[in-house]
């Protein structure tokens, strides 16, 4: 009896700290001005889910950060932004599919750097996280664009 009672404890308490473990949100950011703006943005966004995600943020020219860029698969060379929820960065919303990698709509105008992702669509993915791919697709950018403002 003892033993059962001793079981179910362990049960009952294995499910609360599984219960309890929030998702990490990752926050990959420059020093650079453009970046910093987008991370103002997201940051504000973000503050409102603090209590569901855990949040971590990380510089992306800080060569200590290499291995955790490698391991959420963004891109090996220059990115100036990125969001990743648990280990996703994509999400299908209707028929339209968006990365949270380099800069946001609102950022349109930026140069080469531009994604296909809104604060609109984090805030849909960070309320529903069904909505997030379970492959990570990276955005295709135009390499022949000119250089990006993305560097002041």
């Not at 020219?61 to 994509?90: M, R, Y």
């Not at 968006?98 to 309320?127: C, K, T, Y």
Request: hydrophobic residues 40%; proline residues 4%; glycine residues 4%.
């Amino acid at each position: 009896m003892k033993i059962r009672l001793f079981l179910v404890a362990l049960i009952v308490i294995s499910l609360a700290l599984f219960a309890s473990t929030k998702t990490v949100v990752s926050v990959f950011y420059k020093e650079k001005k453009p970046s910093q703006i987008v991370l103002s943005k997201v940051d504000s966004l973000l503050e409102n889910y603090s209590q569901f995600y855990e949040i971590r943020y990380y510089d992306i020219e800080d060569d200590e950060n290499a291995e955790i860029i490698s391991e959420n698969g963004l891109p090996e060379k220059h990115f100036p932004f990125a969001v990743v929820i648990g280990d996703k960065f994509t999400v299908k919303i209707g028929k339209r599919i968006a990365s949270f990698v380099h800069f946001p709509e609102f950022m349109n105008g930026i140069g080469r750097h531009e994604g296909n992702w809104s604060l609109e669509d984090l805030q849909l993915a960070l309320e529903n996280p069904d909505l997030l791919s379970e492959k990570n697709i990276l955005p295709v950018l135009d390499e022949e664009a000119e250089t990006s403002d993305c560097e002041e």
